[in-house]
């Protein structure tokens, strides 16, 4: 028999693992909840048509396709299956897909509502996305996106809230992190400086992967997109810029002072910089030029996060779409959004022994009734005790007190309450400590107070 197996790129979590994992999505959750963020979920598979075009045309190779139900090869013809072209065929059997990211579904949603939602709407969204991608490490097919949007306001004050909600996660995680900063606008006015205002899908792409490939490696892939010698060594120089922020700017600002465009993201920087003078974040924030995140969606501010002590990807993403709803009819309402990754947060978390004890989401005490009338002494206290909020279990079978203990020190049970002949006369519990060995006999009615302060 066949071992069973998942797909590459995804993964099952242990009880163990699910607890940590509950601990992020809480704390990104609790920090989007205090910004004003309302929760909504979408569903898991989109009609083909929300989908495509909007990620590139690499965003739409790595979509998952779902067959038609049903006898979805009847309209297919004998000739058009010997040509064998898997693209035109793919686009008569399916039309869903599962989504790519949460930020098209949601601007699905808003134009689906518009007549029921306030604007400005601010919206925050935590579910899994899938993507064909080649599983490595730090990338997986299926992961969790913790997003959150706020959409229907062109003002800047968004784009700084967003540092805030960012700073203030990581805060929370104790993960220290550089938030990296560009601005679609500028990388169009670099466009138009090096003379190839047309090719800014292209050079973006390309200039996205410079800390992955190295800057060889992206002149070649310029190259091999045609984008002429002299605007490659004109580019150069532009993606080397070294200094402060404000050095990297006023440099900037000279390359540039021929694009009113170019000129136009340079302010908008400056302005979201300028609020985190006022009310300054901890993290390190660094102007980027390389950053473009590849996604055509993006009109303004783009935003990354990176983690300064884990050898991993960017583990935050986003930044400004002026009209993504446009695609869907629904004109001239622009957004700005961040997605969190859960599982590469997860990761770091893991790789720098970050996170919490988390014993609070264990089983904090395990009844081990010896016999029948044992049993039914513990069930009302069982119930007492949960409802007084005590994480608390009962050994649901008739077993020597040795397997009992076994299944506690197992499962990291730290007390169990053992019930037998001696303990229903006195109307108590022999309470031991799995940690110290301790045991000591309570009485029912002070149960509760023990337990608890055994934990704090």
């Given at each position: ?143 969790y996106q913790c997003d959150a949007d706020m ?86 120089p532009v993606l080397e810029l070294k200094g ?179 303990e229903l006369q006195n109307n108590s519990v ?27």
């Amino acid at each position: 028999m066949q071992k069973p197996s998942i797909p590459k790129g995804t993964r099952d979590f242990s009880p163990d693992e699910m607890a940590k994992r509950n601990y992020i999505f809480d704390t990104v959750s609790a920090v989007f909840r205090v910004y004003g963020f309302k929760q909504i979920e979408t569903p898991a598979m989109e009609n083909l048509t929300t989908l495509l075009g909007k990620y590139g045309d690499e965003g739409d190779k790595l979509l998952f396709r779902i067959l038609n139900s049903g006898d979805f090869m009847s309209d297919i013809s004998t000739a058009e299956l010997l040509q064998k072209n898997s693209i035109k065929l793919t686009n008569k059997i399916s039309g869903k897909g599962l989504r790519y990211d949460l930020t098209v579904p949601f601007a699905r949603f808003v134009v689906q509502n518009r007549d029921k939602l306030i604007f400005p709407f601010k919206r925050f969204q935590i579910q899994p996305v899938w993507r064909a991608d080649r599983p490595q490490k730090g990338r997986y097919r299926e992961f969790y996106q913790c997003d959150a949007d706020m959409i229907g306001s062109d003002s800047l004050i968004n784009e700084f809230e967003l540092l805030q909600i960012i700073d203030e996660v990581f805060n929370r995680l104790k993960i220290k992190v550089v938030i990296k900063l560009n601005n679609r606008k500028i990388l169009s006015g670099i466009a138009e400086f090096i003379g190839e205002p047309q090719r800014i899908v292209d050079i973006t792409v390309a200039i996205d992967k410079l800390d992955k490939t190295g800057l060889e490696n992206v002149k070649k892939e310029l190259e091999e997109k045609n984008i002429p010698p002299e605007a490659i060594n004109k580019l150069q120089p532009v993606l080397e810029l070294k200094g402060t922020n404000v050095e990297k700017l006023s440099k900037l600002k000279n390359i540039l002072s021929n694009s009113k465009t170019g000129l136009k993201g340079i302010d908008e920087i400056e302005t979201v910089m300028g609020y985190t003078k006022n009310v300054p974040v901890a993290s390190e924030i660094e102007l980027d030029l390389t950053l473009a995140r590849g996604l055509n969606y993006y009109t303004g501010t783009i935003i990354e996060v990176k983690a300064l002590d884990a050898e991993i990807g960017s583990i935050t993403g986003g930044g400004r779409y002026d009209n993504l709803t446009g695609v869907f009819g629904m004109e001239r309402i622009s957004g700005v959004g961040i997605s969190f990754g859960a599982d590469r947060i997860y990761d770091v978390l893991n790789q720098l022994d970050l996170f919490p004890d988390n014993s609070a989401n264990k089983t904090q005490l395990l009844f081990a009734p010896f016999g029948k009338n044992e049993l039914n002494f513990c069930l009302p206290l069982l119930q007492k005790l949960r409802k007084a909020g005590i994480c608390t279990e009962i050994y649901p079978e008739q077993a020597k007190l040795k397997k009992q203990l076994s299944y506690a020190d197992s499962n990291k049970i730290n007390l169990v309450a053992i019930v037998g002949e001696n303990e229903l006369q006195n109307n108590s519990v022999s309470l031991k400590n799995m940690i110290t060995g301790e045991q000591n006999e309570v009485k029912i009615n002070d149960l509760p107070e023990t337990v608890i302060s055994n934990y704090n």
